[in-house]
């Protein structure tokens, strides 16, 4: 899949749409979802044109892949989550509902967020 350089997340790396942001490095910009759905909710994406997880796993380099997975543990560090515990979460793809097709993890947190999938779920 090419990548759309039309993207919301793309036009928020260019600046075009404003963002809540919490993060940002060289390779990384962390923001707060507009949708929250937990107390803290906050999405950090790679600032490469990456479509998915895969696409980013598979063409980033190592520089890359190594600062956005320390600045996850920064983020979570900087919002408090460490001790009460947080999720991170990837959508890649139609079976996942990815809708933002611009890599990005979700960090979730500042509640109990249940089990990852209910034993109905499988
Ligand atoms: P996905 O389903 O692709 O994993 O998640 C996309 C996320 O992007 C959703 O949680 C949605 O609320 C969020 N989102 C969509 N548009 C915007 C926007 O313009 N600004 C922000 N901050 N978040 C957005």
Excluded: W
Excluded at 20 to 30: M, S, T
Excluded at 65 to 72: K, M, S
């Amino acid at each position: 899949m090419a990548y759309d350089e039309n993207n919301i997340f793309a036009r928020i790396l260019r600046g075009e749409i404003p963002c809540d942001k919490v993060f940002e490095n060289e390779h990384v910009l962390a923001f707060r979802d507009i949708n929250p759905q937990t107390p803290t909710h906050v999405l950090v994406i790679p600032k490469g044109a990456y479509v998915s997880s895969d696409d980013f796993a598979e063409k980033a380099s190592d520089a890359e892949i190594a600062v956005f997975f320390r600045a996850v543990g920064q983020i979570a560090r900087d919002l408090g989550l460490v001790a009460p515990g947080y999720r991170i979460l990837a959508n890649h793809g139609r079976d996942a509902h990815q809708e933002v097709p611009h890599f990005h993890l979700h960090v979730f947190g500042g509640k109990d967020l249940g089990r990852m999938i209910k034993p109905a779920d499988k």
